[in-house]
């Protein structure tokens, strides 16, 4: 069954909007979201000229919003690295338009896994030339797993649905 036939219904005068944290456009089946602009959070940074390292933070949000209000067909953003905060004021900064954020994307768990073993196997072949302290690899790979349990809680019992593809 189409992913979008089987998770997302479509709306009669509102764009779908999409997110997906750690997915890159190269890891989406394009065929599941032909109807959808698919686009990189890089493609946005190049298109605003967000510089992350001059800019304010909050322009990061302001430019995804800014994508997503004036795209006239469904919206999937790849690679976003959101915190739960800034999708909660991402959603806020969509309401006046009558949009909201229908779905987040998430890598599955057998992928997050062998990301994680794919790091700790690069830092045992590589730790003198990485600039990584023991066991980084794994905080990050915890950081990333409190993050989803927190996407979860939060958007349980919201119109935002937390898939893992």
Request: hydrophobic share 35%; net charge negative; proline share 4%.
């Amino acid at each position: 069954m189409n992913f979008i036939k089987k998770h997302f219904s479509k709306s009669k005068k509102r764009i779908g909007v999409i997110l997906t944290l750690e997915i890159s456009t190269s890891d989406v089946n394009t065929s599941e979201f032909a109807d959808f602009k698919v686009v990189s959070w890089y493609d946005i940074l190049e298109k605003y000229n967000y510089r992350p390292s001059m800019d304010p933070y909050a322009r990061k949000l302001d430019s995804i919003y800014e994508e997503i209000i004036r795209s006239e067909d469904p919206i999937l953003i790849c690679n976003t690295g959101l915190s739960v905060p800034d999708i909660d004021a991402l959603s806020e900064m969509l309401k006046p338009h009558e949009l909201c954020i229908d779905k987040i994307l998430i890598p599955t768990e057998s992928k997050r896994k062998k990301k994680l073993a794919e790091g700790q196997e690069a830092y045992r072949n590589h730790s003198r030339w990485l600039n990584l302290y023991p066991g980084e690899i794994e905080d990050i790979y915890h950081e990333f797993e409190a993050k989803i349990e927190g996407l979860k809680s939060r958007y349980k019992n919201t119109g935002t649905e937390v898939l893992e593809v």
